[in-house]
Nanobody, 125 residues
Framework: EVQLVESGGGLVQAGGSLRLSCVAS????????IGWFRQAPGKEREGVSY????????YYADSVQGRFVISSDYHENTVYLQMTSLKPEDTAVYYC??????????????????WGQGTQVTVSS
């Protein structure tokens, strides 16, 4: 059974930092594409960042470029999202998603077949 489990969310003041983790079981991140998404109340799920294990390609949403960094530790089968200079508008449930298939559009949720349960990030002003 494939499981993706996110952790590291919490409450932080604006300007603060958090590091999210996504650990996989029954699934090998070393051969997959992994995306981080977020969904705020009343809004659509949006792509935040992406990493391709095969070639190391990374992408970021314009809204987080320069503030968030995606990284991976394939020995631990874990992908991280380091978030700095957090803003209240970053408040959302953050999800990791993955698939072995070639991802045509990294920020499109339907491209990914496996999802975690999400972790809440709340940034206070």
């Amino acid at each position: 059974e494939v499981q993706l489990v996110e952790s590291g969310g919490g409450l932080v003041q604006a300007g603060g930092s958090l590091r999210l983790s996504c650990v996989a079981s029954g699934f090998d991140f070393a051969y997959a594409a992994i995306g981080w998404f977020r969904q705020a109340p009343g809004k659509e799920r949006e792509g935040v960042s992406y990493i391709n294990s095969n070639d190391g390609t990374t992408y970021y949403a314009d809204s987080v470029q320069g503030r968030f960094v995606i990284s991976s530790d394939y020995h631990e089968n874990t992908v991280y999202l380091q978030m700095t200079s957090l803003k209240p508008e970053d408040t959302a449930v953050y999800y990791c998603a993955s698939d072995y298939r070639t991802i045509a559009k990294w920020d499109l949720p339907r491209e990914y077949g496996y999802w975690g349960q999400g972790t809440q990030v709340t940034v206070s002003s």
